[in-house]
C-alpha cells in the first residue's frame, strides 16, 4: 500500500479538475488578451473563474488578482505594503511562513515587530493590540490563519477587529485555510489574503491574491498590463480555471470534508497513542486545523532514519514543513516552540481523499519501527 499523508506539502489532483484542464488545453488555448475568437474565448475562461473564486470567499470579482502561488502573492502583497500603501511598521510573528518571514525582513526602511505566542503557537492577542498601540506610524499586520507545521488557527475575526480600530492593515497567508474552514471578506475585513492552488486539489503554478478594492496597488512584476496593471504576464488559463474548478469542489463539501478529515485525524491520534505515551502534540491538538497532526515521536536507535523509513515502506510524511527541505537547519517554527531537535518530529496531513484503511496502515508500520 502506497499512503500519502503530506497534503499539507501539496495535494493530488482531484479527477474532476484534471478533467477541466485537460478540456482547457484541447479547446480554449488562445491568449486571454488577444481580440479573436479564441482569445476572448479564453478570457470568459479567466472571468468566470475569478467570479466562481470570489463567491466562494465572501469577496467581488475586481478583488481578485491571479498570480503563480501562494508565495508569489504574499510577495506582492507585502511589497505592496510598504511601496504603494505606505507601511513603515509590520507586526508579524516568527511562526510565519518562510515566504512572508523572509520578505518582511527583506524591507528596507520598516520597522519590524514580532508578537509573543504560546508554547502551543497561539498568537498573544493582548500583546498584538500592545504592539499596534504602539506603532507610531502606518502599520501592516501579517499573520498567517492556519500555520502550515502546526496547523493552529489565529482568530480571524478577533486580528480583523483590532486592525480596523487600529487603523492597520491586516494581511493573512490563508494557504493552509482557503477550501478548509470557512471564509467570509464581506464580514471579516481583511485587506490581502493569499491562496496556492496545489494545496486544495488544483494545479501546481497557480494562485491568487485577495487585494481589498480599498487599496489600491501596483505591478511587482512587470508586463503587458495584465490583471489590471497588478500583475503582467499572460495569464495561466488552465491553472485559473482548474484552481477555480478545485476551489468550488471544496467550498460546496467543506463541512462534511472537515468532519470526514477530524474523525481521521483523531482516529490516527488515538493509534499513535498506542504505539507509545511518549508522543507529544507539536502546537494545539484543539486549537489546530484537522487537516494537520504535528507529533514528536520517541527516539530510538532508528530515529534518525525515521522518514526514510516510513518512505521505505511507502508512507509520504514530512518533518516538518516541505518549504524547507534541503536545509541543513531544521525547522524554524519547531525551533520557535522550543521543540527538543534530538527527538524525531513528524507533520502528518491528511486530505479528504485519505481513509482509516490508510491510518491503520501507517500505525502498524509505526509499531514495527518502534517494536
Same mark, same amino acid.
Given at each position: 500500500?502506497?499512503?500519502?499523508?503530506?497534503?499539507?506539502?501539496?495535494?493530488?489532483?482531484?479527477?474532476?479538475?484534471?478533467?477541466?484542464?485537460?478540456?482547457?488545453?484541447?479547446?480554449?488555448?488562445?491568449?486571454?488578451?488577444?481580440?479573436?475568437?479564441?482569445?476572448?474565448?479564453?478570457?470568459?475562461?479567466?472571468?468566470?473563474?475569478?467570479?466562481?473564486?470570489?463567491?466562494?470567499?465572501?469577496?467581488?470579482?475586481?478583488?481578485?488578482?491571479?498570480?503563480?502561488?501562494?508565495?508569489?502573492?504574499?510577495?506582492?502583497?507585502?511589497?505592496?505594503?510598504?511601496?504603494?500603501?505606505?507601511?513603515?511598521?509590520?507586526?508579524?510573528?516568527?511562526?510565519?511562513?518562510?515566504?512572508?518571514?523572509?520578505?518582511?525582513?527583506?524591507?528596507?526602511?520598516?520597522?519590524?515587530?514580532?508578537?509573543?505566542?504560546?508554547?502551543?503557537?497561539?498568537?498573544?492577542?493582548?500583546?498584538?493590540?500592545?504592539?499596534?498601540?504602539?506603532?507610531?506610524?502606518?502599520?501592516?499586520?501579517?499573520?498567517?490563519?492556519?500555520?502550515?507545521?502546526?496547523?493552529?488557527?489565529?482568530?480571524?475575526?478577533?486580528? $480583523? *477587529?483590532?486592525?480596523?480600530? =487600529? !487603523?492597520?492593515?491586516?494581511? @493573512?497567508?490563508?494557504?493552509?485555510?482557503?477550501?478548509? /474552514? %470557512?471564509?467570509?471578506?464581506?464580514?471579516?475585513?481583511?485587506?490581502?489574503?493569499?491562496?496556492?492552488?496545489?494545496?486544495?486539489?488544483?494545479?501546481?503554478?497557480?494562485?491568487?491574491?485577495?487585494?481589498?478594492?480599498?487599496?489600491?496597488?501596483?505591478?511587482?512584476?512587470?508586463?503587458?498590463?495584465?490583471?489590471?496593471?497588478?500583475?503582467?504576464?499572460?495569464?495561466?488559463?488552465?491553472?485559473?480555471?482548474?484552481?477555480?474548478?478545485?476551489?468550488?469542489?471544496?467550498?460546496?463539501?467543506?463541512?462534511?470534508?472537515?468532519?470526514?478529515?477530524?474523525?481521521?485525524?483523531?482516529?490516527?491520534?488515538?493509534?499513535?497513542?498506542?504505539? $507509545? *505515551?511518549?508522543?507529544?502534540? =507539536? !502546537?494545539?491538538?484543539?486549537? @489546530?486545523?484537522?487537516?494537520?497532526?504535528?507529533?514528536? /515521536? %520517541?527516539?530510538?536507535?532508528?530515529?534518525?532514519?525515521?522518514?526514510?523509513?516510513?518512505?521505505?515502506?511507502?508512507?509520504?510524511?514530512?518533518?516538518?514543513?516541505?518549504?524547507?527541505?534541503?536545509?541543513?537547519?531544521?525547522?524554524?517554527?519547531?525551533?520557535?516552540?522550543?521543540?527538543?531537535?534530538?527527538?524525531?518530529?513528524?507533520?502528518?496531513?491528511?486530505?479528504?481523499?485519505?481513509?482509516?484503511?490508510?491510518?491503520?496502515?501507517?500505525?502498524?508500520?509505526?509499531?514495527?519501527?518502534?517494536?
Amino acid at each position: 500500500m502506497k499512503v500519502y499523508f503530506d497534503n499539507a506539502a501539496t495535494t493530488p489532483v482531484a479527477e474532476e479538475v484534471m478533467q477541466e484542464a485537460v478540456e482547457v488545453m484541447r479547446h480554449h488555448f488562445g491568449n486571454p488578451s488577444s481580440i479573436h475568437q479564441q482569445g476572448r474565448d479564453a478570457r470568459s475562461l479567466v472571468e468566470l473563474a475569478r467570479k466562481k473564486i470570489a463567491t466562494c470567499i465572501g469577496a467581488q470579482s475586481s478583488e481578485i488578482v491571479f498570480t503563480a502561488g501562494g508565495s508569489e502573492a504574499d510577495n506582492l502583497a507585502i511589497h505592496a505594503a510598504v511601496h504603494d500603501l505606505g507601511v513603515k511598521v509590520i507586526i508579524t510573528s516568527t511562526l510565519e511562513h518562510s515566504a512572508v518571514y523572509n520578505t518582511i525582513k527583506s524591507q528596507k526602511g520598516v520597522e519590524v515587530a514580532y508578537v509573543n505566542f504560546s508554547a502551543q503557537g497561539e498568537i498573544d492577542i493582548v500583546h498584538l493590540e500592545e504592539l499596534l498601540k504602539a506603532a507610531k506610524e502606518k502599520a501592516l499586520v501579517s499573520l498567517m490563519h492556519v500555520n502550515n507545521e502546526v496547523g493552529t488557527i489565529l482568530p480571524l475575526e478577533k486580528v $480583523s *477587529a483590532l486592525c480596523l480600530q =487600529n !487603523g492597520a492593515l491586516f494581511h @493573512s497567508d490563508t494557504v493552509q485555510s482557503v477550501g478548509h /474552514l %470557512p471564509l467570509n471578506l464581506a464580514t471579516t475585513k481583511i485587506d490581502f489574503i493569499t491562496c496556492s492552488a496545489h494545496k486544495l486539489h488544483g494545479l501546481k503554478g497557480s494562485g491568487f491574491l485577495y487585494v481589498s478594492k480599498k487599496n489600491k496597488i501596483t505591478a511587482q512584476i512587470i508586463g503587458g498590463g495584465q490583471e489590471r496593471d497588478i500583475r503582467g504576464g499572460t495569464e495561466n488559463v488552465v491553472g485559473i480555471v482548474a484552481m477555480a474548478k478545485a476551489l468550488s469542489m471544496s467550498c460546496e463539501t467543506m463541512e462534511q470534508d472537515a468532519k470526514k478529515v477530524k474523525e481521521l485525524k483523531d482516529y490516527f491520534y488515538e493509534g499513535l497513542q498506542s504505539i $507509545s *505515551a511518549e508522543i507529544r502534540v =507539536n !502546537g494545539s491538538y484543539e486549537n @489546530s486545523s484537522s487537516y494537520i497532526l504535528n507529533v514528536c /515521536l %520517541p527516539k530510538n536507535s532508528s530515529s534518525s532514519m525515521l522518514l526514510f523509513n516510513l518512505d521505505i515502506e511507502g508512507i509520504a510524511v514530512s518533518g516538518g514543513s516541505a518549504c524547507s527541505s534541503g536545509s541543513h537547519l531544521g525547522s524554524r517554527v519547531l525551533k520557535e516552540l522550543a521543540v527538543d531537535s534530538e527527538v524525531p518530529a513528524v507533520r502528518f496531513s491528511f486530505s479528504r481523499y485519505n481513509t482509516k484503511e490508510e491510518v491503520d496502515f501507517v500505525v502498524e508500520k509505526l509499531k514495527k519501527l518502534y517494536s
